[in-house]
């Protein structure tokens, strides 16, 4: 390993072993606005040179184009990278703020063997539940995976945006190698019960939008203003309007512990929820989303960044000062079910 490779962490108790920081792939498909295939490309190659071996895509990312996207790249490094794919969530191209949500058995395997092909794998390395759907048991659905690593389709199982309870009852089925859940210096509603549930069950915690969705780094501070029209953060409150403007006068203390690290302010944000996998006690793998290949070498070197207590104290207040849920319909969230 050399000093600009990031460190390895473990993907639950007999999941595979990945880079600390994995890359959240979605916004080269869909979501952030116009995108830019070839910087895309260079993006994920750079990562890899980085030690960035986890790449977290799923079947609702441009309806199948993200998984298609990555093809390529995954054909062509099959044994370095692990690609993690998700199934239960459908986003009508007509309607983006609308979620159709299923986990029955004919869903799921319909569902995986569209993502075999689309990724060009003969198995899935971390095969997600998007979203839950409360009208199925989740432990039929979880039945339903474990079936699914039985036949060689998928290795490893995980689990998107549930609480702790349904963890539990998931782990009782079959071993999860990790949850996903939105986690960032904004969002730490899942540290009430999902956390310690992960980490009592050896599950690690993969959390994704840890850049606050870009507003945590100041590259924007108003969707509506400063963001496309097709861009996904146009629809999340806390984004737009009075709650932006509450919000960007929330990152004040992120900028002055950046200076302090001469640093920016998303390596910060990067850094903290790097350092949650010492103050909860559980492996966690952020996983940022770019598309351009200096930003992967920003990402990255949030993972040399060590941030004092007094820095960390710093930081604390943030997410109970915002303005705004993290998406307008929130019960489809673990947060809106615990």
Same mark, same amino acid.
């Given at each position: 390993?050399?000093?600009?490779?990031?460190?390895?962490?473990?993907?639950?108790?007999?999941?595979?072993?990945?880079?600390?920081?994995?890359?959240?792939?979605?916004?080269?498909?869909?979501?952030?606005?116009?995108?830019?295939?070839?910087?895309?490309?260079?993006?994920?190659?750079?990562?890899?040179?980085?030690?960035?071996?986890?790449?977290?895509?799923?079947?609702?990312?441009?309806?199948?184009?993200?998984?298609?996207?990555?093809?390529?790249?995954?054909?062509?490094?099959?044994?370095?990278?692990?690609?993690?794919?998700?199934?239960?969530?459908?986003?009508?191209?007509?309607?983006?703020?609308? #979620?159709?949500?299923? %986990?029955?058995?004919?869903?799921?395997?319909? @569902? $995986?063997? +569209?993502? *075999?092909? =689309?990724?060009?794998?003969?198995?899935?390395?971390?095969?997600?539940?998007? #979203?839950?759907?409360? %009208?199925?048991?989740?432990?039929?659905?979880? @039945? $339903?995976? +474990?079936? *699914?690593? =039985?036949?060689?389709?998928?290795?490893?199982?995980?689990?998107?945006?549930?609480?702790?309870?349904?963890?539990?009852?998931?782990?009782?089925?079959?071993?999860?190698? +990790?949850?996903?859940?939105?986690?960032?210096?904004?969002?730490?509603?899942?540290?009430?019960?999902?956390?310690?549930?992960?980490?009592?069950?050896?599950?690690?915690?993969?959390?994704?939008?840890?850049?606050?969705?870009?507003?945590?780094?100041?590259?924007?501070?108003?969707?509506?203003?400063?963001?496309?029209?097709?861009?996904?953060?146009?629809?999340?409150?806390?984004?737009?309007?009075?709650?932006?403007?509450?919000?960007?006068?929330?990152?004040?203390?992120?900028?002055?512990?950046?200076?302090?690290?001469?640093?920016?302010?998303?390596?910060?944000?990067?850094?903290?929820?790097?350092?949650?996998?010492?103050?909860?006690?559980?492996?966690?793998?952020?996983?940022?989303?770019?598309?351009?290949?200096?930003?992967?070498?920003?990402?990255?070197?949030?993972?040399?960044?060590?941030?004092?207590?007094?820095?960390?104290?710093?930081?604390?207040?943030?997410?109970?000062?915002?303005?705004?849920?993290?998406?307008?319909?929130?019960?489809?969230?673990?947060?809106?079910?615990?």
């Amino acid at each position: 390993m050399t000093d600009s490779t990031i460190p390895t962490a473990r993907l639950g108790d007999g999941g595979p072993e990945v880079g600390v920081q994995g890359l959240g792939c979605m916004g080269m498909s869909f979501a952030y606005g116009p995108t830019d295939a070839d910087a895309s490309r260079a993006t994920l190659e750079r990562a890899l040179e980085l030690g960035v071996t986890l790449y977290d895509t799923a079947d609702a990312y441009g309806a199948g184009e993200n998984e298609r996207f990555l093809a390529p790249f995954v054909k062509a490094h099959r044994d370095e990278v692990v690609i993690a794919t998700k199934f239960a969530l459908s986003i009508p191209p007509d309607d983006p703020t609308k #979620r159709i949500i299923r %986990n029955d058995e004919p869903y799921i395997r319909q @569902a $995986v063997e +569209a993502s *075999l092909r =689309r990724l060009d794998v003969d198995v899935i390395d971390l095969y997600y539940m998007h #979203r839950r759907d409360v %009208n199925v048991p989740i432990e039929e659905t979880v @039945a $339903v995976m +474990a079936d *699914l690593v =039985r036949e060689g389709k998928v290795k490893h199982l995980g689990l998107s945006e549930v609480t702790g309870g349904e963890l539990r009852a998931a782990q009782a089925v079959h071993p999860i190698a +990790a949850v996903q859940s939105e986690w960032s210096l904004f969002s730490r509603d899942i540290e009430a019960g999902v956390v310690p549930a992960a980490r009592e069950l050896g599950a690690a915690l993969v959390a994704y939008s840890p850049l606050g969705r870009g507003f945590l780094t100041g590259s924007f501070a108003d969707a509506e203003r400063d963001l496309t029209a097709g861009d996904f953060r146009r629809q999340q409150p806390r984004f737009t309007g009075d709650n932006a403007a509450a919000n960007a006068a929330l990152l004040a203390p992120v900028r002055t512990v950046a200076e302090a690290h001469g640093a920016t302010p998303g390596q910060i944000a990067l850094a903290w929820a790097q350092q949650r996998a010492q103050v909860h006690g559980l492996p966690v793998i952020p996983i940022p989303g770019t598309r351009k290949p200096t930003r992967v070498e920003e990402n990255t070197g949030a993972t040399r960044i060590v941030l004092t207590q007094d820095e960390l104290s710093l930081l604390e207040p943030i997410a109970g000062k915002v303005a705004g849920d993290r998406y307008a319909d929130m019960t489809f969230t673990s947060a809106g079910r615990e």
